[in-house]
């Protein structure tokens, strides 16, 4: 099977930047999950409040479908997703138990100068906090990499590649 990857961290830890560059470096299929979010779901983050479970679970059910998808038909694919909690990954991995999670791992301040150079994106600076409180780290059960983000994009691209040459030695 090919790759099928979810790039997860916090808001503007670079899911978005990484993800895609991954999906060339592995020639598949690449998707954002902002662009599955509920406009309601958008408003509510652009007000400046934090998305709960209830928000977030048919959104997470719509990338597990995705993933299943794309698991099943064999060409794998990168899907850049918050994927902040423990529960929120076990319903991903429900849908697509193949799936690797790429935790992008970096201190506040780093995150916060790289939100605040991309202004009129719909996730204000505020809500990096409760980003920070709800992340739950991977635990050693789950297939996963954590790769840091203070580290061009493509050195972060070669990390996980290195990470999963290493791993089939
Ligand atoms: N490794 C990097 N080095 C320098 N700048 C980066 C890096 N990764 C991402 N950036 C920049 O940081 C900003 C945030 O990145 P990006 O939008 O990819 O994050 P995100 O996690 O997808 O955010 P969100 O979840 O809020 O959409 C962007 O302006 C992006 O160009
Ligand atoms: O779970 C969440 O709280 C959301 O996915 C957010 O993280 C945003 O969608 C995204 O990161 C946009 O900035």
């Not at 064999?74 to 790429?102: E, I, N, W």
Request: hydrophobic residues 40%; contains cysteine.
């Amino acid at each position: 099977m090919s790759h099928l990857l979810v790039v997860m961290g916090v808001s503007g830890s670079g899911k978005s930047t990484v993800g895609a560059a991954l999906s060339q470096r592995l020639r598949v299929p690449f998707a954002d999950a902002d662009d599955f979010h509920p406009e309601a779901n958008i408003a509510k983050m652009a007000r400046g409040e934090a998305l709960d479970d209830a928000d977030r679970w048919p959104w997470l059910e719509e990338i597990g479908r995705w993933l299943a998808e794309h698991e099943a038909s064999g060409r794998g694919g990168v899907m850049s997703c918050s994927a902040l909690r423990r529960k929120y990954r076990d319903q991903l991995r429900h849908h697509a138990p193949a799936t690797t999670f790429v935790l992008l791992e970096g201190a506040r301040a780093v995150i916060e100068r790289r939100q605040a150079s991309r202004p009129g994106h719909f996730m204000p600076a505020s809500l990096l906090t409760s980003q920070f409180a709800t992340l739950e780290p991977l635990e050693p059960d789950e297939d996963g990499v954590v790769l840091d983000v203070d580290q061009s994009v493509d050195a972060i691209v070669q990390g996980y590649v290195d990470a999963v040459d290493g791993r089939s030695r």
